[in-house]
């Protein structure tokens, strides 16, 4: 399986100034950048041998890059987020196949117009790094996705509620939606809704995000991550949805047990039915897809 693999460098700038009182001595420090993030290396492994119960011996590994870029000044806001993981597992027989693959690019500018309440424009992209298969029952791949095919970026004004860094919502009544495919065997197909031989797609409609983390028990917390785009130009009946769950379990400052399952229904998006481990031919149609992720690994926070 061709492979490929690409590292995300995050260039961090932190702005801080500080100002002297009247006297020359060192007032208030005035942080206007606020910086943090984390790095996650999940770990899952099992083996058997002479099991009565039976059993597949497999290993997984997965790396997550999660960091926040905020920024506040007097009524002015700029939050930021960028999310990088891959994961690979491997299983006996089958060898290696990737269970996770993100690059996404979260961005909410935001001008104060009432307590808890903002104008706002918003810019969201989201891809993946390397090629995603489908297998059949025979372990024979078939290239569905890689890297920017498909990419999202969409954009738009809007206005935000926000509570607190742990809940908020942001609507955009007027977004627009790029859909890009840069690969030609993919783009040749008419795969993620655009037209066969095109490399991209316009949308335009409405967007909303929300965003709710809560605290179960002492270091134990879950994130609720929800996103939904309704396209104004074909079908805006048939809501796009994707959400994340997010459970995190700390250990100690080092070791974590972090667990995940993602939904999307994306109405372009066509996945074929199998039976008996065949494609069934003419079958594709939208469906739930379900990503899960469980494992206890390394984090280092800043």
Do not use: C, H
Request: hydrophobic share 40%; glycine share 8%; no cysteine.
């Amino acid at each position: 399986m061709k492979k490929q693999l690409s590292l995300l460098m995050v260039v961090i700038a932190l702005s801080v100034g500080t100002q002297l009182d009247a006297q020359g001595q060192e007032a208030v420090t005035d942080t206007t950048w606020r910086v943090s993030g984390e790095n996650t290396l999940l770990l899952n492994q099992s083996s058997f041998s002479n099991w009565a119960a039976g059993g597949i011996n497999s290993f997984a590994a997965n790396l997550i890059f999660n960091y926040d870029f905020n920024y506040k000044k007097d009524k002015w806001s700029w939050d930021n987020k960028v999310i990088a993981a891959y994961g690979l597992t491997k299983q006996k027989s089958i060898g290696w196949r990737k269970n996770d693959d993100r690059l996404v690019l979260n961005s909410l500018l935001g001008y104060q117009a009432a307590e808890r309440w903002l104008y706002t424009f918003y810019m969201n992209f989201n891809t993946q790094f390397a090629d995603g298969f489908q297998y059949d029952g025979d372990n024979n791949s078939t290239l569905i996705s890689t890297a920017f095919a498909p990419a999202y970026l969409s954009f738009g004004p809007g206005f935000a509620y926000k509570e607190s860094d742990n809940f908020r919502f942001n609507l955009s009544p007027a977004a627009a939606r790029l859909i890009f495919v840069t690969n030609d065997e993919l783009s040749s197909q008419g795969a993620f809704g655009v037209d066969p031989g095109s490399t991209s797609r316009f949308e335009f409609g409405a967007s909303f995000d929300a965003y709710y983390k809560a605290n179960l028990m002492e270091n134990v917390s879950v994130e609720n991550i929800l996103k939904l785009y309704s396209n104004y130009l074909e079908d805006p009946q048939n809501v796009d949805v994707d959400y994340t769950f997010n459970l995190f379990m700390k250990v100690n400052d080092y070791i974590t047990v972090n667990g995940g399952v993602q939904l999307i229904y994306d109405d372009n998006t066509l996945i074929p039915r199998q039976e008996d481990g065949v494609f069934i031919p003419g079958s594709e149609r939208p469906t739930l897809q379900v990503r899960q992720v469980l494992g206890a690994g390394i984090t280092y926070k800043f």
